[in-house]
């Protein structure tokens, strides 16, 4: 299986500034590496597939980038309503594993 | 498109399960569909897969040979049948639309086995 990890598993940052989480793969996974948020008590919600390809209705704050088997994802401005968690998942090999999830928290 | 979860509930180890999905809003024969589970506290871990049809099917390790997953596309529901249930298997069950990027998910379905 690919093993996806995240970093890091936390992070507190401040209204307006700009966050990055990493997202590593155990082998290259070419484009197939999709992000996801989780608000508290809410399923998750898809963010960016294939690297940076934004979802439909999704800030454009939100940005993906990397390739072969490193990922970003970027918070420019971070909102007050971005808290929750984030995950990165590999879809190139099943099983399609997520990363462990990154939690931000607003100071 | 709405996904809507039922079936949950405390079971005792070594038991026995059956979620099921109700979705509206899209054609549900058209499109792939998955169980997604999240422990309390962790992360999501995929557990299976269906095709449109229901030809093809995947699962995890963890769950293989103790889950099956099923459709009826007449219904528009998806269902995921659970047993010999572990401790390990306590979750929140989601139903989820879609394989190579999960579009939609539902609310889920908290499945509790203990004794």
């Known amino acids: 299986d690919i093993q996806v990890t995240q970093s890091p598993s936390s992070l507190s940052a401040s209204v307006g500034d700009t966050i990055t989480i990493t997202c590593r793969a155990s082998?290259?996974?070419?484009?197939?590496l999709n992000w996801y948020q989780q608000k508290p008590g809410k399923a998750p919600k898809l963010l960016i597939f294939a690297i940076s390809f934004l979802q439909s209705g999704v800030p454009p704050r939100f940005s993906g980038s990397g390739s072969g088997t490193d990922f970003t994802l970027t918070i420019s401005s971070l909102q007050a309503e971005d808290l929750g968690t984030y995950y990165c998942?590999?879809?190139?090999?099943?099983?399609?594993?997520f990363g462990q999830g990154t939690k931000v928290q607003i100071k | 498109v709405q996904l809507v979860e039922s079936g949950g509930g405390l079971v005792q180890p070594g038991g026995s399960l059956r979620l099921s999905c109700a979705t509206s809003g899209f054609t549900f024969s058209s499109y792939e569909m998955n169980w997604v589970r999240q422990a309390p506290g962790k992360g999501l871990e995929w557990i299976s897969y269906?095709?449109?049809?229901?030809?093809?099917?995947y699962y995890a390790d963890s769950v293989k040979g103790r889950f099956t997953i099923s459709r009826d596309n007449a219904k528009n529901s998806l269902f995921l049948e659970m047993s010999s249930l572990r401790a390990e298997d306590t979750a929140v069950y989601y139903c989820a639309r879609d394989f190579s990027r999960i579009t939609y998910w539902g609310q889920g379905s908290l499945v509790t086995v203990s004794s």
């Open positions: 269906i095709s449109s049809s229901g030809t093809t099917i």
């Open positions: 082998q290259t996974i070419t484009n197939h």
């Open positions: 998942q590999q879809s190139y090999s099943i099983p399609y594993t």
